[in-house]
C-alpha cells in the first residue's frame, strides 16, 4: 500500500499553493507535515485526499493513478482542527456513521464504537449529543469516527490543538500506534517542531508551498539540509550568524575564532553562514570550549521552567531558551554563550555545507 505524489503542484488565482511536489509514502507508516501556518500543508493534504485536483502532476494510490478521483470513492478518514460532528446524532451514532455507510453489522459496529470511545475517553458520554460536549470532547470525537473507519490513508490536519496539554500527550503517543497496528498511511500537520518529533516517523518540512526536507523524523531535525529546514524544525527558530573559514579556523561576528575541527576541518576557507538552536545558546553555566558573544536583552518570557531571552547582536535578532528562572534586566548587556559543537555551517545560499558534531554523534 503506497501513496505517491508525481510533481503534483496546485495553483490558486496565479498564486502558487504547491510547488511542484514529489512524495512517496508507505504502508504503516506515520509521516508528519511540519511548517508555519500557510506553508501549505492542508492544501498538499487536499490533494492527497482527492478534496482537490493538482493542475500538475499525478496522483497514485497502490500504484493505480487516483487524480481525480472523488475523494468518496477513496478510503480516506481526514480530521480537522475545527472539530466537524452531527449535531442531531448522538456520540454513538456520530462514531458509528461510517461504519453503517460501510454496511457493517450492528454488533461490528458496537464493538468498534466502543473501543474507539474508550480510547478517546468518551465512554460516558455516549449517549449525549456534541452540543452537550466541552470543545476538547467534540474534537475526540471527530477523533473517533476517523478511527473506525479502517481508512488505507487517515489525514489529520492539526487535530490536537483544541486538547488540553495532558490528552494531547496521551493521543500523541497512542494514534501512531493504532494506525501503525492498522497498516494505514498515517499524515500528521502540525506547526510544532515539538510535536514532530514526539510522533516520529517520517516528517516532510515545508515552507511556502514546497518540501524542502522529506525523511526519517530524526534525521531531518539533526541533519537539516538547507537553512529554511533548519528553521522550520526549531521552535523557537535557528539562529544564524554570519562567519569565514581561513586554515584551520572559524572567525565568528565578535571576533571570536574556534578551531575548524570534526565536520568543520573539511569546509573550504570562504564565507559562511552558521545556524544555532536557541536551547544551545547558554547565559551561566557554559563548556571551557564556549564561544562569548556580548549581546543586549530585548525581552524574556517566563514558560515557568525555562526563560525565552530574546537578544540583540549587532542588530542580528536572536532568542535563546535556558534552563530556570532568571531575573534579567531588560536593555542590558547580556553575555551569553555556544558551544561550537552545536554549530551548524551553511553556504551563504543557505544550503548546508557541514552539521553539527553534536548531531552527527545522537
Known sequence: ????????????????????????????????????????????????????????????????????????????????????????????????????????????????????ADLMQLTPMLQRKPLELSGGQQQRCALARALVKDAGLVLLDEPLANLDYKLREELRVEIPKIFEEAGSIFVYATTEPEEALLLGGNTAAMWEGQVTQFDLTPTVYRQPIDATTARVFSDPPMNFLKVSKSGTKIMFGDGQNTEATGPLANVPDGRYLAGFRPNHLEILSHTDTAMPFDTQLVVTELTGSETFVHLDHHGEKWVGLVHGVHQLELGAPLRVYLDPRHVYIFSENGDLVAPASYALAA
Do not use: C
Open 1 to 116: 500500500m503506497t501513496l505517491e505524489l508525481r510533481g503534483v503542484s496546485k495553483v490558486v488565482e496565479g498564486e502558487v499553493h504547491i510547488s511542484p511536489t514529489n512524495l512517496l509514502l508507505e504502508k504503516g507508516t506515520m509521516n508528519v507535515l511540519l511548517g508555519p501556518t500557510l506553508s501549505g500543508k492542508t492544501s498538499l493534504m487536499r490533494l492527497m485526499a482527492g478534496l482537490d485536483v493538482p493542475n500538475e502532476g499525478r496522483v497514485y494510490w497502490e500504484g493505480k493513478d487516483v487524480t481525480g478521483m472523488r475523494v468518496q470513492d477513496r478510503k480516506v478518514a481526514m480530521v480537522y482542527q475545527q472539530f466537524i460532528n452531527f449535531p442531531s446524532m448522538t456520540v454513538y451514532n456520530n462514531i458509528a456513521s461510517p461504519l453503517r455507510l460501510m454496511g457493517k453489522t450492528s454488533a461490528e459496529i458496537d464493538v468498534a464504537v466502543r473501543k474507539s
